[in-house]
T-cell receptor, first 108, second 113 residues
Framework: EDQVTQSPEALRLQEGESSSLNCSYTVSGLRGLFWYRQDPGKGPEFLFTLYSAGEEKEKERLKATLTKKESFLHITAPKPEDSATYLCAVSGAQKLVFGQGTRLTINP | DGGITQSPKYLFRKEGQNVTLSCEQNLNHDAMYWYRQDPGQGLRLIYYSQIVNDFQKGDIAEGYSVSREKKESFPLTVTSAQKNPTAFYLC????????????FGDGTRLSIL
C-alpha cells in the first residue's frame, strides 16, 4: 500500500534559523511528488513538483529535493510569513496520497 | 483569473439533514476531486471525476454523493448517513494528466448544529 509520512509533525524556529522538513514515501511506480503550502482556513497552494531522484527545485527561501525514498523541503533564513502547514503528496501507479503535513511556525 | 470557487465558506448541518457543497472551476480542467481534511490527518479522497457524467468513489465515499453534469461544476452532498461530517472539505482539479499538480479551492468548513 502506498504511504507518505511527514516529519516532524510540528516545528518551531526563530526567524533566520534554517531547517528541513522530511517526506518519506513508499509507492509503486512514482509518477511525481508534490509540495504544497496551506495557511489556516485556506486550501493548499502548490509549490513544487519533483519527478525523479536527484531533482531539485527552488523558490525564494524554499528548496525541494528528491531521493528514491524521501523528499526534503529546505527552508533557508525563514521569515514569519513562511509560517504555514506544508503538505507532501505522492502520485503512484494507482492514486495520489497525501502526508499529514508539518506545521511550521517562525517566531520573529 | 482562473481558479476554483467553493461555497459556502461555513456550513451548519442539522441532524437528519442533507447539505450540498458547491465547487466551480474555470480552469478548463477535466478532472475534479473532493477531499476531507481532519486535524492531524492527511487529505482523504471522497469522490473524483475525470469526465462529465462519470465519477468514482474514493477511499471514504460512504455517506456522500456527487454529480458531474457540467465540466465546470462538481457539487458534493453530505447525506444524513454520514454520521461524523464535521470537517474541512476541499475541492481540487487537474488537467486529465494525473502527473500534473492539483489546484485547490479555499474549502468549506462543515459543522453539526
Amino acid at each position: 500500500e502506498d504511504q507518505v509520512t511527514q516529519s516532524p509533525e510540528a516545528l518551531r524556529l526563530q526567524e533566520g534559523e534554517s531547517s528541513s522538513l522530511n517526506c518519506s514515501y513508499t509507492v509503486s511506480g512514482l509518477r511525481g511528488l508534490f509540495w504544497y503550502r496551506q495557511d489556516p482556513g485556506k486550501g493548499p497552494e502548490f509549490l513544487f513538483t519533483l519527478y525523479s531522484a536527484g531533482e531539485e527545485k527552488e523558490k525564494e527561501r524554499l528548496k525541494a529535493t528528491l531521493t528514491k525514498k524521501e523528499s526534503f523541503l529546505h527552508i533557508t533564513a525563514p521569515k514569519p510569513e513562511d509560517s504555514a502547514t506544508y503538505l507532501c503528496a505522492v502520485s503512484g501507479a494507482q492514486k495520489l496520497v497525501f502526508g499529514q503535513g508539518t506545521r511550521l511556525t517562525i517566531n520573529p | 483569473d482562473g481558479g476554483i470557487t467553493q461555497s459556502p465558506k461555513y456550513l451548519f448541518r442539522k441532524e437528519g439533514q442533507n447539505v450540498t457543497l458547491s465547487c466551480e472551476q474555470n480552469l478548463n480542467h477535466d478532472a475534479m476531486y473532493w477531499y476531507r481534511q481532519d486535524p492531524g490527518q492527511g487529505l482523504r479522497l471522497i469522490y473524483y471525476s475525470q469526465i462529465v457524467n462519470d465519477f468514482q468513489k474514493g477511499d471514504i465515499a460512504e455517506g456522500y454523493s456527487v454529480s458531474r453534469e457540467k465540466k465546470e461544476s462538481f457539487p458534493l452532498t453530505v447525506t444524513s448517513a454520514q454520521k461524523n461530517p464535521t470537517a474541512f472539505y476541499l475541492c481540487a482539479s487537474t488537467p486529465r494528466d494525473r502527473d500534473r499538480p492539483q489546484h485547490f479551492g479555499d474549502g468549506t468548513r462543515l459543522s453539526i448544529l
